[in-house]
């Protein structure tokens, strides 16, 4: 959220968005994000280790993952990545802010961690059940592979600092997947890409 924040801040700044509509939506975006920081904030204060499975309910998971993406456009954007989406509309049962803190964290990590002009590839496949995120980033060590959904664990700390890691977002994602008694792989290569599936 930060970063979107921050991005969106200094584009105002430097007048490179100056008209009203741009204006607008820039800050109903930075309000938006300051919101979901404050969410962040208070889910790391309280240390919780509860999912929101009160609100059950239906939800599209294809629908989930385009209105994401197009929170994520800023930072899509600012290191040339494209998005590459095959997706069926599935329905899967589970809280609205379980679902968004699935994906988005999923999105953000293959943000994050790409290449510049390295590309995301999306499935969502109602037959298998599954929704897949697949990138071309720096991968993951096998030796990491057991570790990566640890709370605050991050691989490579060098590069995670340069990325503003907090090293939760793994953990909330498998947090999320083992409540609702989902599963979910990991495949990776160092310096070709991460592949995540979660099995619905």
Known sequence: PLTSILGYQEL???????????LDYANT????EAQRMREI????LENSTMVNAISVSDHDVSK???TILDSLSYELKQKKIKVKKHLDKMIVRISHDDLD???RNLLINAIKYNKV?????????????????KDTGIGINAKDLPLIFDRFYMADKGRSRDNDSSGI?????KRVVDYYKFRIDVESKVGEGSSFTIHF
């Open 29 to 32: 975006r930075t309000l938006e």
């Open 64 to 66: 989930y993952v385009n």
């Open 101 to 103: 803190k699935l994906i």
């Open 12 to 22: 105002i700044k430097e007048g490179i968005i100056s008209s009203k509509k741009d």
């Open 117 to 133: 002009n390295g590309s995301i590839e999306i499935t969502v496949d109602k037959k298998e059940k599954t929704l897949c995120i």
């Open 41 to 44: 904030v208070k889910y790391m």
């Open 169 to 173: 977002g793994l953990s909330i994602v």
